[in-house]
């Protein structure tokens, strides 16, 4: 196999392939091979970077096994993905929806003549009954398939032909309606990921940097990336060194260091640092490609419920086969014992779980709640703690400029010119308050300050017309650096945070220069969104911020928040959501900036609102695609009615494929029966899990999470 390894400590292998170089056929047959090694915990593969990831139990014998199985792996020749006009339908990406079943089953039944629908019906048995031979005698395994094709068989001994017909019609019933609401769901989502198109920051020939629409780039350019912006392009880094997070591609939670020579692949985001990149991909290329590979992966992201099910699916098949033995060895009746092959448990169990999950995931995305996987449902269902962000996250994401101080000898004009300028290179609330509001003043700037470098949740640091430049928060100046206030600044600074304003310093050659006061209103809904949370189970609710302990017990007080931490950095965030993950009730972390990123991924449900940093969207487990708090109730009741929805469908299923079995196993419905009640109740979990979850209207405070709306 092409590639090389990156990783073989004890218990863990990773190696990088070339990418494309499995195809998604080939990538099956690797994995089967794989997983029939016993010692094998975990095996996953990211197709669009080449990384193939695998855990399992280590000795000497097992990993000597593992490498010679990947070394003599030999795919399969993949076909080239046709970029350009791309659907998540394309590139071998998905298989076509199927032909709805329903009118050829009609067709069959009314027009046909006998022979010839017995004749087809056989011809259509042929495939299943093959597909569980292989099963059986190719992997060893007693699956739903084998069972399948054993009640087909039973029907086809007895000559039992409407019975083979109606459970064939069944299968493909449920195959297509599996498909048509999986592509519903991954239709949804990829709209909601393309998105409006973006501008990114080139170098000219001249060195410059430049503003351009995300269409207008092109393969050799010099794409500039800093820190919180998302990489917009695949390509080699030629300038820099930065921290990349390539979370969205690889899974990974840890950044990973990129300095020139380094590959980078758009829809990762720079964490800290600077990086000048020669682009190779550009444009709907790359970003169709990310956005395609997204999906594949929040799709894989299964709820435990959802694996419990399948698990339990594959556990329940010999039992019928148990069962057959049994009733065959008391009453001698081969026929009659065939019945208990009519009748299976795994099939509505494995169907009706997953179409329950990718259709809460699509309903929440159409309510502007993008959930990036099945197992963050759950997690969002049973979390009893949520900590809140404050700044840009319980604030408006637009916050504004109340107004300017300058100090001499800079005048107000020049001294904000200075901030805007150094701001419009970084994406946050603040960063664009400044400048939105020097464009409304009409405060034209020129470039000359050097490279511009963003210091994680403290500020910026630059150098203009040969002096050294700070702008920032007050730790970052006045503690850091070391800048001293006169009194009366001092005095100017308290006025501003007693009117609840933000502060941002800005010091030239270490003396200050000007006060930013930035006003940040609440976002609306913020008390509502509260009370709703506490009636949907949330026991605790903690605001989070780095403001002073005055301004963060006015702000707890006004929002209504019994619980708050002041005066935190990101670091010491971080600390706090892995203390509350330790107490093992389930933690909920909602926050939208850089600083916010670790404690995002600490937390068992991350939360991200859109109008925040592409670093906090990338971390994140949902985004709330509205940019409204009130979207965490509605996930909330969501998730809490999709698992009540899973919960009663296995109670529903058990109960009455258990009576049905029963029923025809004392001669009190016929086989034919037995089969169509069988397969009903299959195509009706099937269909009860395609069926919104929530009311039209957003859901109000006393809006319950019962049994009967699941």
Known sequence: MEGWLLTNLRGRLRLRLTPGYLSAESFERLTGRIMKLATIKYCSFNRLSG???????????????????????????????????????????????????????????????????????VLHAIPHLLKGLHMLLAKHSLGVETLDASALAVCLLR?????????????????YLEAWTRRRSLLGLYKSLSGPEEKIW?????????????????????????????????????????????ASMTGEPLAIKKEVGAAVFAGTTVEDGRIVIKATKVGRDSRIRSIIEYIRESESSKAGVQGRAERLADNIVPFNFLLFALVFLITRDPFRAGNVLLVDYSCAIRLSTPLAVLSAMREGNERQVFIKGGRYLEELATAEIICFDKTGTLTEAKPRLKSVI?????????????AACLEEHFPHPVGRAVVAQAKAEGLGHEEEHTHVDYVLAHGISSTWRGHKVLLGSRHFLLEDSGI???????????????????????????????????????????????????????????????????????????????????????????????ALAGLKRGVIMVGDGLNDSAALSLANVGVALSDGSELAKDVANIQLLGGKISGLAVGRLLAQRTMARVRANFYMIVGFNTAVLALGLFGFIAPTMTAALHNAMTVYVAYRGTRPYLHHHEPQLHDPVDQNSA
């Open 51 to 121: 990384s193939l990831l695998i855990l399992y139990d280590y000795t000497e014998k097992a990993q000597n096994d593992l490498l010679g199985l990947v070394r003599d792996f030999r795919p399969t020749p993949p076909r080239p993905a046709p970029w350009g006009h791309v659907s998540i339908f394309e590139a071998g990406e998905e298989s076509p929806l199927p032909t709805n079943p329903v009118y050829g089953y009609i067709f069959r039944r009314l027009l046909l003549p006998w022979p010839i629908r017995v004749a087809l019906t």
């Open 159 to 175: 000559r039992d032909y409407n019975s083979a017909g109606t459970l064939l019609f069944f299968f493909s019933l449920s195959t």
């Open 202 to 246: 080139i170098l000219d020939e001249n060195g410059q940097e430049k503003e351009i629409l995300e269409s207008q780039a092109r393969a050799g350019q010099s794409v500039l990336a800093r820190s919180g912006a998302l990489i917009p392009v695949d390509g080699v880094v030629i300038e820099g060194l930065a921290l990349v997070n390539q």
């Open 406 to 418: 300058p100090y001499p000898p800079y005048t107000r004009d020049e001294a904000f010119r200075l």
């Open 484 to 578: 001293h206030l006169t009194e009366e600044q001092q005095i100017e600074t308290k006025k501003m945070t007693e009117d609840g304003s933000s502060v941002i310093y800005m010091a030239v050659d270490g003396k200050l220069a000007a006060l930013l006061a930035i006003e940040d209103s609440l976002r609306p809904g913020v008390n509502d969104t509260l009370t709703r949370l506490r009636e949907l189970g949330l026991k605790r609710a903690i605001m989070l911020t780095g403001d002073v302990e005055s301004s963060a017990k006015a702000m707890a007080g006004k929002m209504g928040f019994p619980e708050y931490k002041s005066e935190l950095l990101p670091d010491q965030k971080a600390m706090y959501l892995k």
